[in-house]
């Protein structure tokens, strides 16, 4: 399974998946890259946890509206500030490394 390039390691299975697990599993679980047995363990959690639920519908969405989005709808002017910003966010996270 891999993730951005890398390869994750499998995690131990447990009993209960918790919240941060759910976070962590979405894009994969959205992409099917899930081994089933953690595809189970997470499916399991979205019906005790209305909370991962409303943060799943809610990341579906963003997924969905930023994939509409087309290249000529940004305004150069913001293009330049967003990736200014991220470069930003790039030098200083690297520096706290």
């Known amino acids: ?14 009993d209960d998946m918790m919240c941060d697990d759910i ?3 979405i894009m994969d679980y959205l992409t099917g890259e899930l081994p089933p ?5 997470f499916e399991e959690h979205l019906r005790m946890c209305p909370d991962c639920v409303a943060f799943l519908n ?13 290249y000529e709808d940004i305004p150069p002017a913001m293009e330049k500030r967003v ?10 996270s690297s520096r706290r490394r």
Do not use: H
């Open 23 to 25: 976070t962590d599993l």
């Open 37 to 41: 047995d953690t595809a189970l363990e």
């Open 1 to 14: 399974m891999t993730r951005r390039g890398a390869t994750r390691p499998r995690r131990p299975r447990r």
């Open 83 to 92: 990736r200014q910003f991220l470069t930003q966010k790039v030098k200083s």
């Open 58 to 70: 809610t990341y579906k969405k963003t997924v969905q509206v930023t994939r509409s989005l087309q």
